[in-house]
């Protein structure tokens, strides 16, 4: 798998520099789902990751979180490849995605998978705002939340940790990664990184400094390979001693949604 495209926040704006104007008369549309979506998402899911993939084609583009390019291998690079990593996520369990942005993997687990718990966490407003909505639009406001903060900042909120499992795509390298998100993994729990090509080489370089983070020995699995060509890199890390002391500037903010709901630890 190449390296996984980055967030983007280009979009049209307006006088008041949030953003504004049609999308494009000629950007492209998502297409109609693959054969292996079906299967991937199960038919009663699959409609609404088709609802989701209208939004990200229409809103989120509008709006800068994906580039145009990506319209049109929405479901191949993006949301298939994100549904594909609930293979390594337990049955019920509570699932804190990292830097969510337009809502890969987060959203799309808590699409493909009903039984899961999603906390969704992004600082940028103009995210959260997409995420409130979209959760709201796909009928998911009694499972998911979506909180506006960075991970570092997120460690007051949940000192022994927030989730057994804990997501990220395309944040940052693996080192740096390590040591935002295992004090949010909850001991025993595993943090899963969406990685590209550099996976190994992240892997040989950063696997110190994963492990004076907390972590085990980084393991890479691949994802989806009945589906997919090639299959979806993870790095898996489990949290298997204790992280160094607590950081952050701020405590995080939960997005309004209609339906105020306190922050708390939720296990699997």
Known sequence: MTDLPEQTDRAATGPDGNPSGPVPSGAATPGPPPDSAREVFGAEQLRLAVRYAGLLASEGLLRGLIGPREVPRLWERHLLNCAVVGELVPDGATVLDVGSGAGLPGLVLAVARPDLTVILVEPLARRTAFLAEAVSLLGLTDRVEVLRGRAEELRRDFPDGAAPVVTARAVAPLDRL???????????????????????????????????????????????????????????????????????????????????????????
């Open 178 to 268: 390590a040591g935002w998100c295992l004090p949010l993994v909850e001991p025993g729990g595993r943090l899963l990184a969406m990685k590209g090509d550099s996976a190994g080489a992240e892997i040989t370089e950063h696997r110190a400094a994963v492990i004076r983070s907390g972590g085990g020995d980084p393991v890479l699995r691949r994802c989806g390979e009945r589906w997919l060509d090639p299959p979806t890199t993870v790095v898996e890390i489990e949290r298997t001693g204790p992280v160094p002391g607590a950081g952050g500037r701020r405590r995080s903010e939960r997005v309004d949604r209609g339906r105020p709901r306190s922050t708390r630890r939720t296990r699997g």
